[in-house]
């Protein structure tokens, strides 16, 4: 027998036709269409308003996939890390992070399950690539954590960033599908410009996003201002270059004038010198505007990097902003949970 299609992959006009197919009136799709994406259902019999005989339709002709929480960890500090289990038993990680000072509350969201790109510091990259994640496993741990910051904080999220495991451009479908759902009236009706998709650099990737004028957010994962040391920690450098990538970059705020943000994870004696501060001080005065946001590292089991010195990390930043380049650090979250990428679901 052939097995039954997920119906989270069916567009509203597709559901329509198949209701006509299983003799369900069209008109129910519509319904059972907002169960799926605006109002949480996890599975058919959530629909507590669909009649039960289409439910039980519903159950013969499709599956319905949907993610599945597995463990929780919640730190001192407010950050609510989150293992989710796929429909296949595959695992994943999704993290809130509320700053109550500003008021910011950001879902931290995965894209693939592990990671191709193998990043020297990354726990996730030493998973390897497992597989992509659909549209509908990335777009409901946004919802998922935007419920859950309701349910916590009283207010919904207010960012939601790419930024978990996975490079988000190596799985640009189904990425593009969670952000149209994210941003759509027929899903949480978000602005683009409250998300950010992180990337660890893949030009052409870039270009194309920017011939799509995306509204969203970019971030560049940088961490590492001349490509000699970049290459060092992240293989991907090896084919696209920082002269490829500042091209790309630029070309994409000419054509979106969406905000640029370097990632710069500050390591111990590796990238937190003054001289690696000049470097970046020469990059970010390129054609386009940019903030530097310098992350604070966790360290990684069986990895050799540390994390910097507050005090180093504090004199990179003043030399970076006394040059008028925008720059702020950001202390780790969450240390008193498996705070690095990848590093609950690795778990596993
Ligand atoms: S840092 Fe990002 S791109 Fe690099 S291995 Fe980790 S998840 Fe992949």
Redesign the pocket.
């Known amino acids: 027998m052939a097995a039954l299609p997920d119906i989270r992959t069916l567009s509203l006009a597709d559901l329509q036709k198949s209701f006509v197919e299983i003799g369900q009136p069209a008109y129910r799709a519509q319904q059972v269409y907002d169960w799926m994406w605006k109002l949480g259902a996890k599975k058919f019999d959530d629909m507590s308003n669909v009649p039960a005989a289409l439910r039980k339709s519903l159950h013969e002709h499709y599956t319905f996939h949907s993610i599945e929480t597995d463990v929780r960890q919640s730190s001192a500090d407010g950050t609510i890390k989150t293992r989710y289990t796929l429909h296949d038993g595959k695992k994943i990680e999704t993290v809130m992070i509320p700053v109550e000072r500003d008021k910011r509350y950001t879902a931290c969201v995965s894209s693939q399950v592990g990671?191709s790109?193998?990043?020297s510091f990354?726990a996730?990259?030493q998973m390897g690539r497992i597989r992509n994640l659909t549209g509908a496993e990335i777009y409901d741990q946004a919802f998922d954590t935007n419920k859950l910051c309701e349910e916590t904080l009283g207010s919904p999220l207010t960012n939601i960033v790419y930024m978990g495991?996975?490079?988000p451009l190596l799985n640009y479908g189904p990425v593009m599908e969670s952000i149209a759902k994210i941003t759509g009236s027929d899903g949480m009706s978000w602005s683009p410009r409250r998300i950010t998709v992180s990337t660890?650099g893949i030009a052409k990737m870039i270009t194309r996003l920017a011939d799509e004028q995306v509204k969203f957010n970019l971030a560049l994962?940088l961490h590492a201002a001349d490509d000699q040391k970049r290459s060092r920690i992240?293989p991907i450098n090896e084919t696209n270059h920082l002269s490829a990538l500042m091209e790309a970059l630029d070309y994409f705020y000419k054509k979106t004038h969406g905000r640029i943000s370097f990632e710069y994870i500050a390591l111990k004696g590796f990238n937190d010198g003054l001289d690696d501060a000049d470097k970046l001080i020469k990059l970010c005065r390129g054609q386009f505007p940019v903030k530097v946001n310098v992350i604070e590292y966790n360290p990684v089991p069986g990895v050799a990097f540390e994390k910097a010195d507050e005090s180093q990390i504090d004199k990179f930043a003043k030399k970076v902003r006394d040059k008028g380049v925008m720059i702020t650090v950001r202390r780790s979250r969450g240390k008193d949970i498996d705070a690095a990428?990848?590093q609950l679901a690795n778990q596993t």
């Open positions: 990671c790109l193998t990043c990354c996730t990259g495991m996975g490079e660890a994962s992240m990428c990848g």
